[in-house]
């Protein structure tokens, strides 16, 4: 490292880059070539994004803040001065947000027929429709609670909406409360669709916010009402295990789910109009500082708006309808489950997600459950859904006999209560199943069957960078393996004897694991290169992924720039590295593509020497993915499966003229070119897919 480089000039925070991630994502919904419902939803993801975001990013900021207020960090900032700027950047971009909704999206919605109706705009006809919408169906459901001493401040659950309803009066008993709250149920639909012929468009709504408003005064007979505002808090959601407590992780972590909703405060939104009384009021009553307030011009939650999105049958604005073809040999009419298996003995198989269908890794389970050869079928399990098909199949193979162990990850955050239950359901049918490493996150994606075949085991697998979910493999790039290669599937069966037994370190052959050895060989190829520039030869490194954060992966990868390697980072989402610093990372660019399809798979490429090493694999480059989860990475050897790795993750995406580009104060930029416009996932849904729709 140059000796004048200070701390801050080599790493960006990670709060604030994710911050620029979403800002990446809002310029979908600013981008006029985006349909109109799908800058709706992008707008939307953003919100669920921020969500997020303090619900565990913010919230472990303010642990920070409580605990090390002085500690600085690799970016050279103390807790304090990244909460300052973090809710200054957040402020910024939640302003920006509710700007784009209400001076653009929302009017040229109105424009084609889809209007959400605001009270102060409706009818006479309208009102006495929504009025008895709200006696009828919403107003049994709430529970008003005025605040006195026999009334206390109700606990709120976190991201619940609420409303705080300013009173003047005496109700029957002659008690006077000038604040009550109005918790609104979970239960109730935060859209309401209006009758066409009464709206007076095809698509006209009603959001629960506006039915509120409209009638509180309905809940407190003979008094008067003030003001209603409504508002809503974000609680810290992560969860807290103790690794050398527990004796039952399924049990403690059930325990732990039912607090998720009631931890500590991070972030107020309420209604832009709340008079600011009321505002001190509630930030007091939830231990929150003046910063940690967010006023809004709408909707306390955008997020809600999806079903706007999702509901409203307007092909034109949206994106096309695409679904991946099934590629060849798994589209043949009537594969036999023999055949299926024999196709996959024959050669490996790539499979490109969603440009290519997923139905062929739910025909490798299914053929697998009802092969009478197949005796065993291993599999890992992150996140697959409520609604699982392929869990479905794992039932039906252990209910028909079959040795079927399942490594089900309980952490899987937001999706513990869903692998909760699917844990339950596998072992009710004798299938066995096991959460894993304490400490360590199950994040392999990894499926094996075992098959009988002419007198002796032969092993099939399965490997991806993205989880068995055939719901997201239509939205998110993923990549996935079929091979019956001894020496991986080989591994594959170590790894999960490692995961369900005890025992001593197993040594791989082909396959590189976190804890373990994932993060050497990571940092051992990259040298590999520095020292192939060093000596005058060519060297290339290329990685792809949704996370770069890990300081000794980038502090090599800053030695191997100024080596000479040329190296290329498409990094979707968070990045602490700065590219194109003299004298330190002039080499390195880095470049995030944010599109229709949500960048997922992770791939890594290095030259050496010629051999170009690639790989793909589950983890992005973190300290939680290389030394707190169970992760593989696998060889991509077949030297045309190689080569469209190469040309599908890298060499396409480098000719993106749509990418952002890494700037050296950390803004991103779409740098100015005369080259013609060329989209890598328009390209690929054309090349892959069989789609011509929107090629460039």
Not at 287 to 304: E, F, K, Q, T, W
Not at 485 to 499: G, H, S
Not at 529 to 541: D, K, M, N
């Amino acid at each position: 490292m140059p000796a004048r480089a200070a701390v801050k000039d080599l790493y960006f925070n990670r709060e604030l880059s994710l911050l620029k991630f979403n800002e990446r994502v809002l310029a979908l919904a600013e981008d006029d070539r985006t349909p109109l419902l799908e800058r709706l939803r992008f707008v939307c993801i953003v919100s669920s994004n921020l969500d997020e975001f303090f619900e565990i990013r913010v919230a472990s900021l303010n642990e920070q803040v409580r605990q090390s207020p002085a500690l600085k960090g690799i970016d050279g900032l103390t807790p304090t001065e990244v909460y300052e700027r973090v809710s200054e950047a957040a402020h910024a971009l939640i302003a920006r947000q509710y700007t784009l909704l209400n001076r653009e999206i929302l009017p040229r919605l109105q424009a084609e027929g889809v209007v959400l109706h605001m009270a102060q705009g409706w009818t006479p006809a309208q009102r006495a429709w929504a009025h008895e919408v709200f006696r009828r169906d919403v107003m049994p459901l709430l529970t008003p609670i005025g605040l006195d001493p026999a009334h206390p401040f109700p606990r709120v659950f976190n991201k619940s909406l609420n409303f705080a309803v300013r009173l003047r009066g005496r109700d029957a008993f002659g008690r006077s409360a000038s604040v009550a709250i109005v918790q609104a149920p979970r239960a109730l639909p935060r859209l309401t669709q209006m009758p066409p012929a009464l709206s007076g468009n095809p698509h006209g709504y009603v959001m629960l916010t506006s039915f509120l408003q409209a009638f509180v005064g309905d809940l407190f007979p003979g008094m008067e009402v003030e003001g209603c505002y409504q508002w809503r808090v974000t609680r810290n959601s992560d969860l807290y295990v103790d690794d050398e407590e527990i004796t039952n992780l399924r049990q403690a972590l059930q325990g732990e789910l039912t607090q998720r909703h009631f931890g500590d405060a991070v972030r107020l939104e309420l209604a832009d109009a709340t008079p600011p009384e009321l505002e001190s009021f509630l930030l007091k009553e939830f231990s929150l500082p003046p910063a940690a307030a967010y006023r809004v011009d709408g909707p306390v939650n955008l997020s809600r708006l999806m079903h706007l999105a999702n509901a409203v049958d307007r092909p034109d604005l949206k994106f096309h309808d695409f679904r991946g073809p099934v590629p060849e040999p798994f589209n043949k009419r009537g594969l036999t489950p023999e055949a299926l298996f024999r196709a996959i003995a024959a050669q490996d198989r790539l499979l490109h997600h969603p440009y290519q269908s997923f139905r062929p890794v739910i025909d490798f389970l299914t053929a697998a459950a009802a092969d009478p050869a197949v005796v065993s079928i291993k599999q890992t399990i992150y996140r697959t859904g409520e609604d699982s098909e392929l869990m479905r199949l794992l039932l039906a193979a252990a209910r028909s006999g079959k040795e079927v162990t399942v490594v089900v990850e309980l952490m899987a955050r937001f999706d513990e209560q869903t692998n909760i239950n699917w844990a339950a359901k596998l072992e009710e049918v004798g299938a066995h199943v096991v959460y894993g490493v304490v400490g360590h996150k199950t994040h392999a994606k990894m499926a094996l069957v075992l098959r009988q075949e002419r007198g002796r085991l032969r092993r099939y697998g399965h490997l991806g960078t993205g989880n068995y979910h055939p719901s997201t493999a239509r939205l998110y790039t993923d990549f996935g393996l079929f091979t019956a290669d001894p020496r991986i599937c080989e591994d594959m069966d170590q790894i999960f004897a490692q995961l369900t037994g005890l025992g001593a370190r197993r040594r791989l052959k082909c396959l590189l694991q976190s804890p373990f050895t994932l993060h050497e060989a990571m940092v051992s190829m990259i040298r590999r290169e520095a020292r192939h520039a060093r000596a005058g030869r060519p060297a290339r490194i290329m990685a792809k992924m949704n996370a770069l954060l890990e300081p000794t992966v980038i502090a090599e990868l800053y030695k191997a720039s100024r080596a000479g390697v040329k190296i290329d980072l498409i990094v979707r989402g968070v990045c602490t590295l700065r590219a194109g610093v003299p004298g330190l990372s002039e080499n390195i660019a880095v470049r995030s593509i944010v599109g229709r399809f949500l960048e997922h798979s992770r791939a890594y490429y290095f030259y050496n020497a010629g051999n170009e090493d690639v790989y793909l694999g589950s983890a992005d480059w973190m300290d939680r993915n290389f030394f707190r989860r169970v992760e593989v990475a696998f060889p991509v050897s077949d030297p045309a499966l190689k080569k469209r790795v190469i040309e599908e993750a890298f060499t396409l995406a480098l000719r993106d003229t749509y990418a952002w580009h890494q700037q050296p104060g950390g803004d991103y930029a779409r740098p100015r070119t005369r080259r013609k416009p060329f989209s890598l996932q328009a390209r690929l849904m054309s090349t892959l897919g069989g789609d011509h729709t929107e090629l460039e």
